[in-house]
C-alpha cells in the first residue's frame, strides 16, 4: 500500500530526497563548524582543560589592596615587619600604570603604607598617588597608614580632599613605652602628634583612624579613655606577628621574638577594651594570609609560609597572573571585616 502511494505521488519522493539532503548537509556543517573552533582536533573529544591556565585557576579579584610602596622608614620599632631591605621607590608614571592595571581588574580600595609613606620626596609623591586614584581611576576609597611624624597642614590643604581614611600607628599612650617599642624620633612626642593629626583630619574632612599592634610593651596598658577621646571612626588592634626575614630570622634586620604574645594574653588586651565600640581586633590567624599586599616593585606577597614570597610583578605579567601567587584568603578577608564602609562620603560624619 506504501509502495504504491509513493509510486502515485511523485512530490512525496521529491519531498523526502530533498530532507534526506538538508539533513546530510546541516551534519557535515555542524562537524566543520566544530573542527574549525579548534575544539576537536582530529577527535571527537574535546581536550581537557588546562587546569594550570590563568582563566582556569580562578584568579582572585584584588578588591582591596595594600600597596607598599617604599620600605624606608624614620621610627625602628622592634616588631616592624616590613623593614627597609631596600630604598626602591617606582617612578612615579609606573606606580600609576600598576595602580590602572589594579582599577581594571576590579580594585575599589587602595591602601598606601610602608615603610613610611611620608618619607618619601616629603609627602609629594603619596599626595601624587593618592590625588591619581580619587580623580583619574575614581576608586571609591584611597586610604594611608602612616607613623603621622612626617605630616604636615600643608599636605591636608593640598591633597586632604582625595583622602577617604588616614590611619596614625599609636601603640602606647605612655611615651616611655613608645620609646621602648621604637615608636618614636628624637624629643617628639608621638602622642601630641597623633591629637594635631586628629584635628587636622576633622578639619579637611578626612576619616581618622589608629592602628595599634600589642606585643610584651603594652599588653597590660588601658587605652578606653584616649581612645574614646580620639574617637577613631576604627581603631584595629593587631596581635604582633613574626614574618621570617623581616622581623625574625638571620636575614632579618629587626628581632621582634621579644615582643611576642600568646593568644590569651590577646584575648585579654581585648577583652579590657571591649567597651570600645570602634575596636576591630586582628589575631595573627585573621592577618597572616587575609591581606593583599603589594611590595615597592608591585609583586604580591605570600605570606602562607611564614615569610613574604613575592610574585612576578603586575607591571610585567599583568593583575591576573600575579595575584595568583599571593596567597590571598578570600573568605578571611571577609570574615575579619575586611569590607565595611571605606568611602568618607558614605560615613556620614559630623565633620
Not at 229 to 251: H, M, S, T, Y
Not at 263 to 276: I, P
Request: proline share 4%; aromatic share 10%; with cysteine.
Amino acid at each position: 500500500m506504501l509502495l504504491s502511494s509513493l509510486i502515485a505521488s511523485p512530490k512525496v519522493i521529491l519531498r523526502l530526497c530533498i530532507s534526506t539532503v538538508l539533513c546530510i548537509f546541516a551534519s557535515v556543517l555542524s562537524k566543520v563548524r566544530f573542527w574549525t573552533r579548534g575544539v576537536c582536533k582530529g577527535t571527537a573529544t574535546p581536550p581537557a582543560p588546562d587546569l594550570n591556565s590563568p582563566e582556569d585557576r580562578g584568579a582572585t579579584t584584588p578588591t582591596s589592596v595594600n600597596y607598599h610602596f617604599t620600605r624606608k622608614c624614620n621610627y625602628k620599632c622592634g616588631f616592624c615587619f616590613h623593614t627597609a631591605k631596600t630604598s626602591f621607590v617606582l617612578p612615579l608614571e609606573e606606580a600609576k600604570r600598576g595602580l590602572k592595571l589594579l582599577k581594571e581588574a576590579g580594585m575599589e580600595k587602595i591602601n598606601f603604607s610602608g615603610g613610611e609613606p611620608f618619607l618619601h620626596e616629603k609627602g609629594e609623591f603619596l599626595g601624587k598617588l593618592v590625588e591619581f586614584c580619587k580623580v583619574d581611576l575614581q576608586l571609591p576609597s584611597v586610604s594611608i597608614v602612616s607613623n603621622g611624624s612626617m605630616i604636615k597642614e600643608r599636605w591636608f590643604q593640598k591633597y586632604g580632599d582625595y583622602l577617604d581614611i588616614l590611619a596614625i600607628s599609636c601603640d602606647s599612650f605612655d611615651e616611655e613605652t613608645n620609646q621602648l617599642i621604637g615608636r618614636t624620633q628624637g624629643r617628639k612626642s608621638h602622642i601630641e602628634n597623633l591629637y594635631k593629626i586628629r584635628n587636622w583630619c576633622q578639619q579637611y574632612k578626612v576619616a581618622f583612624k589608629i592602628n595599634s599592634v600589642i606585643n610584651t610593651f603594652n599588653l597590660h596598658e588601658d587605652m578606653t579613655e584616649q581612645i574614646n577621646q580620639l574617637n577613631p571612626v576604627r581603631w584595629k588592634v593587631f596581635q604582633c606577628l613574626l614574618i621570617d626575614g623581616e622581623n625574625a630570622g638571620e636575614a632579618a634586620l629587626r628581632e621582634a621574638e621579644r615582643f611576642v604574645i600568646g593568644d590569651e594574653q590577646f584575648k585579654d588586651f581585648l577583652d579590657r577594651h571591649g567597651g570600645v565600640p570602634c575596636l576591630v581586633p586582628e589575631s595573627n590567624e585573621k592577618m597572616r594570609n587575609s591581606y593583599l599586599i603589594l611590595d615597592e616593585y608591585m609583586r604580591f606577597l605570600d605570606c602562607r609560609e611564614g615569610r613574604k614570597d613575592p610574585s612576578r610583578s603586575v607591571l610585567d605579567v599583568g593583575v591576573k597572573e600575579a595575584i595568583l601567587f599571593s596567597g590571598f584568603d578570600e573568605k578571611m578577608f571577609l570574615k575579619r571585616g575586611g569590607k565595611y564602609v571605606w568611602s568618607k562620603a558614605d560615613m556620614r560624619l559630623e565633620w
